[in-house]
């Protein structure tokens, strides 16, 4: 049954985001910030880097406010950062991101403005953008987000956190259903989902962790991964991206968001991190961490796959 | 273009009994960049060396391949050979055909064909391999010496003797170890405090030796020639600079009746003691939880006594880092008690031997001290239940070793002999008594051991049954030893007044930990690893870290003093240049790849990597990156392993060479 959601909040949230942009503008607490703003078609939304105190009138938040902007600081606009202090604004998911640059080098606290949005949720990848927000046409990240209000950013806007209104969670859904086949079906369903990939590499250019500037998927020598798309070259692909991305993914789904094949990119990403939940009890979070469960040892690890 | 040399040694038959290495020799020849291939009885000998040096030399070879045994074995053995013949040593690998071919397989034909592939990868390996400059580092020379008991004090005694700073960590109040609590010693009866407590002295006296007891040690960084150790000096409540070992507080101490380890607990000491008079250094602890004034903050009464003032209930640990270039382990042994099974261990418990629930049944620890004349009884051998003089005893042997199926299938070495010591010294005291010994065989191997064991039987009159103990129990004040005697074929019983069990002797608690931090190998009891078990047997696999003593397998004195000695000999021969070459096979960066994130850096337990910033020529900063410091670079390739990017790499194990190989198959 499709349920309504609340999204009364973004208005409030927009008119605070400007109100504060334009003040850290002017009184030149940070050179640019990257946000959103409206873009062509009604109701879409489309990131952006403004300079200008009157700029700050751009910036909106919506429910297509879908892209996850810590990816504009690593690589696609590295000359960003470059600039001096940059104000971002950031949704729950997005700042796991960020915590997570933060601890492998990437980024540094001081140099960043956090502007906070508390958020209902966006859209889903396939949805229109005027949609109205429902219980259908919600991404499926959002319902299973429990980080509604982003913590510890430099601005919030004041307004009531929404909360999850008991949505039924689709990834959690279907993993179970996954972990119900069989070895065989579970490698058919993978198989059949890796075939369909292009290798045109939108998942990595998109996801903020991949900020290798050599991926070693393009290395040539050696060739570690082959480049066409073909299935042997596919499947490693993909296991090097769940691999890499194992305790640091930050759930955002922006590679299952610009997916062109529809492959289900952030179920597996989910999977993963459930295992590490279960094997070393890490979760990718709001605070930054030193060390990783895949780069740390500890006495207490699960050792039972040695003997 | 390679002109690759090829030696293909058949290891007297170890080798060629299985692969036909003439085939191996013939087929690799043809392999593209192989100028030169052959075969050999012994390449390790001298005439097979010379064939290969001589073979660079005419044939003008640029790469070596020995197709032999483990490079662990030899590696070094061919590579000075090489260097030797003008070439530069890490131009040479060895491909292993033994370990991993001909001693695992039987298939004659299929052998030397696994051989031929084996060769052949290392082939395309070799090709790969870089012209590597010998890596120099200097030597701290100062050492380390972790476990003051009888090997760990001569470790000690002998380095600080040729000139160089010792460093010994003891975790006791006191150092002596178990050598400390003996009563008189075999082979030949003299007093153990007699010879024991002068070397103890020795060291405290010894201008080379800083003594830290009452200490642990809580950090190992480094590597060979430079380690930096951080050492926790426990806090001991009394200052060691004020106390002048006067006594007077343990006399008035109002706590009295704490059982004292050092006496298996038998006797009893006060709150703040030293475990015996003989004690170095010779300043108290206080035992806090058992403190009167640590426990409800009255009392006090020590340091109202104290003349000098040296009392301080505020002291707290403190942590003291020393640099130093070799570290000596020698943590020794601990006895195995038998009550019931040892809580998360594999070992199973021996409560049919009611040790712990019976009082008047022992272990040999606990007669050395009622046998000593500095014990709880003064040198009387009396029962701990009642304390009458026991007329009958029974001693059993192999009580927790050798018993595969209870966990420990060791020897624990040093019984057979001590419980032959025991039976003499129970005769010497007790002229009426009767010993009698259960035991499976008695291992007596050693200067003058066999004959010490005849004289327990011939002269001190102990009956020697050959058979294990069943069962025992209490009947009244007497324990009834029931067991079997094979050599005859009979049950006996014994009605005995008192029952000695020969426990195993195990490493120290903790040893696993110890281990972990010092990143040396133990084996599945925790006995440290030495690194060949003839050729190398002080030496860890771990560069810079020796071993002495019962820590790493059981030993008697004459045993870990002479390790000891070999190990401070070891420690002498690193000391005796200024630097030292290594190896060097290690990472780097390529930093056109490197993009920082020092996932590298997490996951180094060597502290190899550090931060390095690369700027453009007007000094704007361009990127951090890391830097893998060669000197201290272990080459373990865990951050090869890890970079997401492979961007560092370890010579001679890059990823080109490593899909070289596996595309030579
Ligand atoms: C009952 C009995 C009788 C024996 N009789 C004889 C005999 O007559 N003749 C003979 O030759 N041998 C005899 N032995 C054997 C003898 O006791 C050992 O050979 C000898 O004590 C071994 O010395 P060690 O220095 O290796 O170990 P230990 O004496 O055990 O000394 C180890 C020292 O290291 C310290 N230590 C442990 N862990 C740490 C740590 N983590 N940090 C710092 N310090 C640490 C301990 O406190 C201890 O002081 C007997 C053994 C037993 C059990
Ligand atoms: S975005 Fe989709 S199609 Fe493109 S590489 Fe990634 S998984 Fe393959
Ligand atoms: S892997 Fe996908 S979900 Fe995870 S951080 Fe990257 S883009 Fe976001
Ligand atoms: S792990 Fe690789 S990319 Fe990361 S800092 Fe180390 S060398 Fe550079
Ligand atoms: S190989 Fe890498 S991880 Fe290993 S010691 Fe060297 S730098 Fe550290």
Redesign the interface.
């Known amino acids: 049954m499709t349920q309504p959601i609340d999204t009364s909040i973004y208005a409030a949230v927009t008119a605070a985001i400007q109100g504060e942009a334009k003040r850290i503008l002017s009184e030149g607490q940070v050179t640019a910030i990257v946000g959103y703003a409206a873009a062509r078609r009604k109701g879409s939304a489309q990131p952006i880097v403004i300079s200008q105190p009157d700029d700050a009138q751009k910036l909106i938040f919506t429910p297509a406010c879908v892209n996850n902007l810590a990816v504009y600081l690593t690589k696609a606009k590295k000359e960003i950062p470059k600039t001096g202090k940059i104000g971002i604004v950031v949704k729950g998911c997005d700042l796991k991101a960020l915590a997570g640059l933060m601890g ?3 980024l540094k606290r001081e140099n960043l403005y956090l502007i906070g949005v508390p958020c209902a949720g966006v859209l889903g990848s396939t949805i229109q953008p005027d949609t109205e927000l429902t219980s259908d046409s919600i991404a499926p990240k959002c319902t299973e987000c429990n980080e509604r209000m982003p913590p510890e950013c430099d601005f919030v806007p004041a307004v009531q956190v929404p909360v999850n209104q008991g949505l039924e969670k689709k990834y959690a859904a279907e993993i179970a259903r996954l972990e119900a086949l069989t070895p065989q079906e579970r490698w058919a369903y993978w198989k059949e989902q890796f075939s369909k990939c292009i290798k045109c590499y939108a998942c990595r250019q998109v996801c903020p962790f991949c ?6 998927c393009d ?1 040539n ?2 060739q ?1 991964v082959e480049t066409t798309p073909r299935p042997a070259g596919n499947f490693a692909w993909h296991i090097v991206r769940a691999m ?1 991305l194992a305790g640091r993914c930050a759930g955002c789904a922006e590679c299952e968001r610009v997916c062109p094949m529809d492959i289900p990119l952030n179920l597996l990403n989910r999977k993963m991190a459930k295992e590490l939940k279960e094997l070393f009890e890490h979760e990718a979070g709001f605070e930054v961490q ?2 990783g469960p895949l ?2 040892f500890t ?1 207490k690890d699960d050792q039972s796959f040695i003997k | 273009m390679s002109r690759i040399g090829v030696f293909i040694c058949h290891c007297g038959e170890n080798i060629s009994r299985t692969v036909d290495v003439e085939r191996v020799a013939a087929q690799v020849g043809k392999l593209p960049g192989v100028a030169f291939s052959t075969d050999y009885k012994y390449m390790c000998s001298d005439p097979g060396q010379n064939l290969l040096k001589k073979a660079i030399q005419e044939q003008k070879l640029s790469h070596i391949v020995v197709a032999a045994c483990s490079p662990r074995m030899h590696e070094r053995t061919f590579r000075k050979a090489v260097e030797a013949a003008g070439l530069n040593p890490f131009l040479c690998e060895m491909a292993n055909i033994r370990e991993h071919c001909s001693w695992v397989h039987e298939d004659k034909e299929e052998a030397t064909a696994k051989a031929i592939e084996i060769v052949g990868m290392m082939v395309e390996r070799v090709k790969k391999n870089r012209v590597l400059p010998t890596i120099t580092v200097p030597v701290t020379k100062r050492s380390l010496v972790i476990g003051g008991g009888i090997a760990g004090i001569q470790a000690a005694l002998d380095i600080a003797d040729c000139g160089h700073e010792v460093i010994l960590v003891e975790r006791e109040p006191s150092i002596g170890g178990h050598m400390a609590q003996l009563s008189e010693t075999f082979p030949t009866l003299d007093c153990s405090q007699c010879i024991m407590t002068p070397k103890m002295v020795d060291v405290a006296n010894h201008p080379k030796i800083t003594l830290y007891t009452w200490s642990e040690v809580e950090l190992v960084e480094g590597y060979i020639g430079n380690f930096q150790v951080t050492i926790r000096r426990k806090a001991r409540s009394v200052d060691e600079d004020k106390c002048t070992g006067c006594g007077v507080c343990m006399e008035k101490c109002p706590i009295k009746k704490i059982p004292n380890k050092f006496d298996c607990n038998l006797g009893m000491r006060p709150a703040i003691y030293v475990p015996f008079p003989q004690a170095v250094p010779n300043t108290p602890v206080i035992d806090r939880a058992n403190c009167t004034k640590f426990k409800t903050g009255k009392c006090g009464l020590c340091q109202k006594v104290c003349g000098p003032g040296a009392i301080d209930y505020e002291q707290e640990d403190t942590l003291v880092v020393e640099p130093v270039g070799a570290i000596v382990v020698a943590t020794g042994f601990d006895l195995y008690t038998i009550d019931e099974k040892p809580k998360g261990s594999a070992i199973k418990g021996y409560g049919e031997f009611g040790h712990g629930k019976i009082p008047d049944v022992i272990d040999g620890m606990t007669f050395e001290r009622l046998a000593s004349a500095s014990g709880p009884t003064g040198g009387k051998i009396l029962r701990p239940s009642d304390g009458k003089e026991p007329k009958q005893i029974v001693f059993i042997q192999c009580i927790g070793s050798r018993a595969r199926e209870k966990g420990i299938s060791y020897c624990s070495k040093v019984c057979c002999m001590y419980t032959a010591k025991h039976t003499m010294l129970y005769h010497h005291k007790v002229h009426d008594g009767q010993a009698y010994v259960f035991f499976m065989d008695a291992r007596t191997p050693g200067k003058n051991y066999d004959e010490f064991w005849r004289r327990s039987i011939e002269e001190e009159e102990a009956v020697y049954i050959r058979g294990m103990v069943s069962r025992l129990y209490q009947k009244g004040d007497k324990i009834v030893v029931m067991g079997s005697d094979i050599a005859v074929g009979v049950q006996v019983e014994i009605e005995a007044d008192m029952v000695v069990l020969a426990t195993a002797v195990q490493p120290q608690k903790g040893a696993d930990s110890l281990a972990q931090k010092l990143g040396i190998s133990y084996d599945k009891y925790n006995f440290y690893s030495e690194a060949h078990a003839k050729l190398r047997p002080v030496e860890c696999a771990t560069a810079g870290i020796y071993l002495a003593g019962a820590c790493q397998g059981p030993k008697d004195i004459p045993d870990a003093v002479s390790q000891a000695s070999a190990a401070a000999a070891k420690v002498m021969t690193l000391f005796a240049k200024d630097k030292l070459e290594r190896e060097p096979i290690v990472a780097r960066v390529k930093e056109g790849g490197c993009v920082g994130c020092f996932a590298c850096k997490k996951v180094c337990a060597y502290g190899a990597v550090e931060e390095k910033e690369i700027r453009d020529r007007q000094g704007n900063l361009i990127k951090v990156v890391a830097y893998v410091n060669p000197g201290v670079c272990g080459g373990c390739g865990t951050c090869q392993a890890t970079c997401p990017s492979k961007s560092v790499e370890l010579d001679g194990y890059t990823d080109e060479q490593i899909v070289a190989m596996i595309e030579a198959l």
């Open positions: 492998e080098s990437q900020f290798c500037e050599q991926c070693l290395r020598k050696p570690m890499h030193e060390k780069n740390s006495d």
